[in-house]
């Protein structure tokens, strides 16, 4: 059965908005815009007083952490997972992943996202929650190897290529699937160089943390003589792949991530939260490299509201660059 949504102010692509209706189809596609004939047995849904628009993504998030919502403030990234977040999370078990998952996405929906991004644990519950609660969503096991013996980190190379494998195509193909080393440096070498065949094999994209605070860079560039960039993309992690956050970037970096077609999740919130700093979303953008919004979680955001999300990148944006963007609806 399809949805008419009526008399709604429609936003466009190009960024004009009109008045019109809006058909969805039976699989939640936009069929139609325009002055639309109502058809038999139709669903109908008034919109006079609303703005109509597509559904949002949020490109990089961590669904469960719901359950952390506030429960750390006012410290640095590092200090805040190692102290707070890291230690909490060690103690769920798989029935509060599932219940923060479904909170998250009634949060999402809420708010009007109707896809998402998730790196985390007990994938299979949060793709559980996108099935009944309806939504869309590319999920990944985090691949963490840092602290860990050299048994329980290939489990952990073996549980995220798993998971990928196991899940894409769940949820009668609404979830899809990544695979997700957490970032470059919580990830060993030696592991890294052993599974990155089967990570470039997997047939899935590659997900992972990149460049968020000088320290993060610095570990890096400490062990392997490289930045970031260079490193994973000596690995073939570059190749079909999106990062999350990408604050402190090179020059070369930039280059390396538009050359590699490499999109970037920006996560403004959480970067300021966390005093990471602000990407530098002028440059990626003018280096031809895309960009989109991403909450990462509510532990670290405080909010999954994605409208949240647009002005927090709006306002960082214009506050880096001190000037005002055109006017344009």
Avoid at 89 to 109: S, Y
Avoid at 223 to 252: C, I, K, M, Q
């Amino acid at each position: 059965m399809t949805l008419r949504i009526e008399g709604g102010r429609v936003l466009r692509p190009d960024l004009s908005v009109e008045r019109a209706d809006v058909r969805v189809d039976d699989d939640g596609r936009i069929d139609a815009v325009g002055d639309l004939d109502p058809r038999e047995n139709e669903q109908t849904l008034d919109a006079t007083d609303a703005l109509v628009t597509p559904g949002l993504v949020n490109a990089h998030g961590h669904a469960a952490m719901t359950l952390l919502r506030g429960y750390a403030d006012d410290k640095p990234l590092d200090a805040w997972l190692r102290e707070d977040i890291w230690p909490v999370e060690a103690e769920l078990e798989p029935e509060d992943i599932a219940a923060g998952a479904r909170l998250a996405c009634a949060e999402m929906i809420r708010s009007g996202t109707t896809g998402f991004a998730d790196m985390y644990f007990e994938v299979d519950a949060l793709a559980e929650a996108v099935s009944t609660a309806g939504l869309r969503a590319r999920v990944g096991y985090g691949i963490v190897t840092v602290g860990k013996d050299e048994a329980a980190a290939r489990e952990e190379f073996e549980t995220g290529l798993a998971v990928a494998e196991r899940l894409d195509g769940a949820a009668d193909g609404r979830v899809r699937t990544a695979v997700m080393p957490h970032a470059p440096h919580t990830v060993g070498t030696e592991y890294l160089a052993e599974f990155a065949p089967r990570i470039r094999d997997a047939d899935v994209p590659v997900h992972f943390h990149f460049n968020e605070t000088p320290a993060y860079i610095e570990e890096v560039q400490a062990e392997t003589g490289d930045r970031p960039g260079a490193y994973a993309d000596d690995f073939g992690l570059l190749n079909d792949a999106w990062v999350a956050h990408a604050v402190h970037l090179s020059d070369a970096e930039i280059d390396l991530l538009a050359e590699r077609d490499v999109a970037v999740a920006h996560c403004p919130a959480a970067n300021m939260k966390l005093a990471s700093g602000i990407a530098p979303v002028e440059r990626l953008r003018a280096a031809g490299v895309t960009v989109g919004l991403g909450t990462d979680g509510a532990a670290s955001n405080n909010s999954l509201d994605m409208f949240e999300e647009m002005r927090d990148a709006a306002m960082a944006g214009k506050g880096r660059r001190e000037r005002r963007a055109p006017h344009r609806l």
